[in-house]
């Protein structure tokens, strides 16, 4: 396994959409446990593809205390989704901003595994929003995207800002 570089925002390829997975084969396999190594190693609670430059619809979550429980979402599709919470959001491409989003509260989600085969999963609370936010990496969303043009502004030059001082 080996840790993978997590795109910045705004890197312009967070806003890639994700192409579905046609096969999963060894090299999406691959990608799941580099994709999960980057997230434990951050530390986060989920990794889309996108973050990482692969463009497939490929996510890795686990939002366990002990670290021990990934969930892995191949072409996740949201079935159903109810009731309304603002939860506080924060993502490994845009470290150190945490902002509060309304989300779905409860959610179904349809998905393969990395064994290829198709399941449903129902979450509710962190793994809902977790889930929701990655899909947004899958489609070219960055969870900021959903604050004001101002907040935005400022997120935007402050990410620029600590790229020019880490370069």
Do not use: W
């Not at 890197?11 to 084969?25: F, G, Q, S, T, Y």
């Not at 396999?29 to 989920?46: H, Q, S």
């Not at 949201?78 to 603002?86: E, I, P, R, S, Y």
Request: with cysteine; charged share 25%.
């Amino acid at each position: 396994m080996s840790r993978l570089h997590i795109l910045r925002y705004p890197d312009p390829r967070l806003h890639k959409i994700a192409a579905p997975v046609e096969e999963v084969n060894e090299s999406i396999r691959t990608l799941i446990a580099d994709m999960a190594e980057t997230m434990y190693a951050a530390p986060g609670v989920g990794l889309a593809a996108t973050q990482v430059n692969v463009h497939k619809q490929v996510v890795v979550i686990d939002a366990s205390e002990t670290r021990d429980k990934l969930v892995t979402l191949i072409n996740p599709e949201l079935v159903a989704a109810t009731g309304v919470a603002d939860c506080e959001e924060g993502c490994l491409s845009v470290p150190g901003i945490y902002e509060k989003i309304a989300r779905a509260e409860h959610i179904v989600v349809r998905a393969l595994g990395p064994d290829g085969q198709s399941f449903t999963m129902e979450a509710e609370g962190l793994v809902a929003v977790c889930i929701q936010h990655e899909m947004d990496h899958l489609k070219g969303l960055v969870f900021v995207e959903y604050l004001s043009r101002l907040k935005q502004t400022r997120i935007r030059a402050k990410m620029l800002k600590q790229q020019r001082q880490s370069a």
